[in-house]
């Protein structure tokens, strides 16, 4: 079982970039496929992104190409969100997920962070 810790949350004007962080704990990291998901108020939560277990296959949700970027750090058991060019409409909840594959749907990811508030805004 893995514990996850989202952190680098906040308040960004547009046009800003953030770097979330997710720190992981118990289990081993390795073995884990490693999501970000994100949830707005009042909306179903969405996926970000996702990276495979050695760091070589990542997925992204197709809005999000080219301003998104997983990445992860297997010693340190960290992974990553870097986010630039940020828009309004990505300011959600973010949460960071560990599971067996690179899919879409939160469905398949078995252990979930508290997740971190990021408000784009001006």
């Known amino acids: 079982q893995v514990q996850l810790v989202e952190s680098g949350g906040g308040f960004v004007q547009p046009g800003g970039s953030l770097r979330l962080s997710c720190a992981a704990s118990?289990?081993?990291?390795?073995?884990?496929?490693m999501g970000w998901f994100r949830q707005a108020p009042g909306q179903e939560r969405e996926f970000v992104a996702a990276?495979?277990?050695?760091?070589?296959?990542?997925n992204y949700a197709d809005s999000l190409k080219g301003r998104f970027t997983i990445s992860r750090d297997n010693a340190k058991k960290m992974v990553y969100l870097q986010m630039n060019s940020l828009k309004p409409e990505d300011t959600a909840v973010y949460y960071c997920?560990?599971?067996?594959?690179?899919?879409?749907?939160?469905?398949?990811?078995?252990?979930w962070g508290q997740g971190t508030q990021v408000t784009v805004s001006s």
């Open positions: 118990g289990g081993t990291f390795s073995s884990y496929y």
């Open positions: 990276i495979s277990r050695r760091g070589l296959s990542t």
């Open positions: 997920a560990a599971g067996p594959t690179l899919r879409k749907e939160y469905a398949f990811y078995d252990y």
